[in-house]
Each structure stands twice: as structure tokens, then as C-alpha cells.
């Protein structure tokens, strides 16, 4: 008797460590397609400051998929537009998908969407963790106790 919840799949669909609030709220809405499979991917960290996405996305040619990244959220579909070549073809066994699919990936602050390539039948999309200045921790200095932080006098 295992009562467990499995929050692998909620923890797929955020790019960079996004808040952990948005994973219950993932959880709790009621959209099935969270949990579509198709097309497969893999995240990958290539180091602390840089991510890939990498869809398998076979059939699917450049101008079949779209790519779009708005806020904090990068959208990839595709849909294979038919050809004059595919007219007259009888299949007689088709296992290379090709349904059209949208797949919405939530991205962490201060993720940025790079290139994107597509190569051997897999979508590359480069992620990468820009931290502006201002938002970077910094060392603040510690005085020797001779000069009070209020009003800049020196103290005895």
C-alpha cells in the first residue's frame, strides 16, 4: 500500500529552479496535457550558468516549429505542414509521429532564451542564467565599531 505523490513529472516542467509555489499550483490544475510525453526531451545543465533543451522532434523540419519565448515562459510547437511529396504516398506502416504538439517550459528568473538549432532530428534550444548586476550578492564591509551607522559621528 504506497500513498506516495511523485512530483517528477511537475519538477520537468520548470527550466533554472523556479519557485517551489508554482509546483503545487502545477499539481493542482486540472490540465492533462502536463503530463503529455510527446515529443520526448531532456534538460540538460552544461554548467551552474547554462541549460539545453533538447526535443526529439524527427520529421519535423525548420519550418514546421515554432519557437517562442514571453516572460517566463518559452513555448516550442510544431506542426508538419503537409507536402506536394506526401500527396499520392501509401503508408503501409507509419511510426515516425507526426502530430502536431505544443510544449510550454517554465523558466526560472533571470533564464534567457539563446539559439536554437536543429540538428540529426533533435530541437537544441540553449538556456542560459543571466544575473543582472544589481540582483548579484555583494560584501558589504564591517567598520571597527569608531563610527556609529546613524547619524556618522564618531563614538567614544
Known amino acids: 500500500m504506497n500513498n506516495l505523490v511523485s512530483f517528477t513529472p511537475l519538477m520537468r516542467q520548470s527550466v533554472g529552479f523556479d519557485r517551489f509555489n508554482d509546483l503545487f499550483e502545477t499539481m493542482l490544475s486540472d490540465k492533462e496535457e502536463r503530463f503529455e510525453s510527446y515529443p520526448p526531451y531532456n534538460i540538460e545543465k552544461l554548467d551552474d550558468q547554462r541549460y ?18 514571453q516572460d517566463d515562459q518559452l ?8 507536402t506536394e511529396e506526401e ?6 506502416h507509419r511510426g515516425i509521429a507526426g ?3 505544443e510544449r510550454t517550459f517554465r523558466l526560472a528568473d533571470h533564464i534567457k532564451v539563446g539559439e536554437a538549432d536543429l540538428k540529426d532530428g533533435l530541437l537544441l534550444i540553449d538556456l542560459e542564467r543571466v544575473v543582472p ?5 555583494r560584501m558589504i564591509p564591517i567598520k571597527n565599531g569608531k563610527q556609529s551607522l546613524l547619524g556618522g559621528k564618531k563614538t567614544k
Not at 513555448?75 to 503537409?82: P, R, Y
Not at 548586476?133 to 550578492?137: H, Y
Open 99 to 101: 502530430r502536431s504538439f
Open 75 to 82: 513555448t516550442v510547437s510544431g506542426k508538419i505542414v503537409d
Open 133 to 137: 548586476e544589481e540582483k548579484k550578492p
Open 52 to 69: 539545453r533543451i533538447v526535443m526529439a522532434v524527427a520529421g519535423f523540419g525548420e519550418k514546421d516549429l515554432n519557437i517562442t519565448a
Open 87 to 92: 500527396e499520392g504516398k501509401t503508408y503501409l
